[in-house]
């Protein structure tokens, strides 16, 4: 897990984990949203477009590629902000300046890094879902829904169990992807994922505690937004509308899961 030198002075996020982690994180969170009302409207903005232009087959890829570029792009400039400033003065400020284009000029190396990390990790995955299917021998040329079911059951319930296992770290390996500054740095951060340190740092009740508290608010409000904007798309057919109502909300989840990150850092830090 990389260590950076932060300032002795006292830092925003040691006043939020002092008192109300959870509500202090949701909170900070909230204010960066709110505060820089254009930097919000032109991000939302940006994941509209990206979607629309994936509807076109020859854009699809270079539009899944730009979008989850610019999505870590933002985790790593906001929980940078949030990791570094002061006082809540400091920090209001900073999200007061904010642009897009600062923020591309000082995260688009790392987050495109962390990005093809993230995919050569996913691939990973399939290439070891690819090998344990061909040795269980379940895979032929005549599968039946039945096979497919057996080979999912055999195959893939282990690796989805170990992938479920790594997201209890990946709050840390997201703080490192955050705190990265370079292409390269970017890149390697994905692998922390299997850091023997990092593991041993999150084996504390405070991070435990966090997370899981954390991920589950997260995953449930994430959970009312999906069903309700799914009952209004079917209710009133307007499918469009609500993947853009859905697109909008992924930028405050993004946000989120980036103080989340950080705050989580910084529980198991020395």
């Known amino acids: 897990m990389h260590e ?13 984990l002092s008192s109300q982690p959870i509500k ?14 254009k930097f919000t409207f032109i991000t939302m903005s940006f994941f509209i477009v990206s979607h629309l232009l994936g509807m076109i087959s020859v854009l699809a890829f270079i539009s899944m590629f730009l979008a989850g570029s610019f999505a870590l792009a933002i985790q790593i400039y906001i929980g940078k902000i949030f990791y570094t400033t ?40 399939v290439f070891l879902f690819g090998i344990l299917a ?36 990946q709050p840390l390996v997201q703080s490192n992807i ?45 959970f009312i937004v999906i069903v309700l904007l799914e009952s209004i798309a079917l209710a009133t057919g307007l499918f469009l509308f609500s993947n853009i109502i859905l697109l909008g909300c992924l930028y405050i989840f993004i946000v989120m899961l980036a103080m989340g990150s950080m705050m989580a850092r910084r529980m198991v830090e020395d």
Do not use: C
């Not at 950076?4 to 002075?9: A, R, T, V």
């Not at 969170?29 to 709110?34: G, R």
């Not at 951060?189 to 608010?217: C, D, H, M, P």
């Open 178 to 222: 955050i705190l990265s500054e370079s292409f390269k740095e970017g890149f390697l951060a994905v692998f922390t994922i299997f850091s023997l340190e990092l593991w041993k740092r999150s084996i504390n009740k405070e991070y435990f505690q966090f997370v899981a508290i954390f991920g589950t608010i997260i995953m449930v409000i994430l």
């Open 134 to 169: 061909g040795m269980s021998g379940l895979i032929s040329e005549n599968m039946t829904k039945g096979d497919f079911l057996n080979l999912f059951l055999s195959v893939g319930t282990p690796i989805l169990l170990l992938l479920l296992l790594l997201s209890y770290v």
């Open 86 to 125: 002061h006082n809540i003065n400091s920090y209001i400020h900073e999200i007061e300046i904010s642009t897009t284009e600062t923020l591309w000029n000082r995260t688009i190396s790392p987050a495109f890094g962390a990005y093809l990390g993230w995919l050569v990790f996913l691939l990973m995955f």
């Open 24 to 37: 202090n994180t949701f909170r900070l969170a909230w204010e960066f949203i709110i505060l820089n009302q």
């Open 4 to 16: 950076h030198n932060i300032d002795k002075k006292p830092l925003l996020i040691d006043e939020a």
